[in-house]
């Protein structure tokens, strides 16, 4: 099992910005294959923000929001700059996971709590 744990999520101004982090461990040998930022709004769906290795990006937040991997620190992030009040929901992290079982390699999918991000106008 991998654990997730998200951080960096707060109130900020618009046009603000915020970094949140997204720490992987676990007993166990893994490895971290793909990762991805989604955020869910009250009352709306959950949506993607971006993914990699894709690469595939939200229009939504194109040019605003970077995704990134730190595998040194099995850490995923996600950048978010000119924050405006729309981009207010809760923001979740997603990882694939290789996982040594002591015989082969598994993939499993994991989901972190969330974290607020919170934009005052």
């Known amino acids: 099992q991998v654990q997730l744990v998200e951080s960096g999520g707060g109130l900020v101004q618009v046009g603000g910005s915020l970094r949140l982090s997204c720490v992987a461990s676990?007993?166990?040998?893994?490895?971290?294959?793909?990762t991805g930022w989604f955020r869910q709004a009250p009352g709306k769906q959950r949506e993607l923000i971006a993914i990699?290795?894709?690469?595939e990006t939200s229009n939504s937040v194109k040019g605003r929001f970077t995704i990134g991997i730190d595998a040194a620190k099995n850490t995923a992030y996600l950048e978010m700059h000119s924050l405006k009040p729309e981009d207010t929901a809760v923001y979740y992290c997603?990882?694939?996971?290789?996982?040594?079982?002591?015989?082969?390699?598994?993939?499993?999918?994991?989901w972190g709590q969330g974290t607020q991000v919170t934009v005052s106008s």
């Open positions: 676990s007993g166990s040998i893994f490895r971290i294959t793909n």
């Open positions: 990699l290795p894709s690469t």
């Open positions: 997603n990882i694939r996971a290789l996982e040594w079982d002591g015989n082969r390699w598994i993939s499993n999918d994991y």
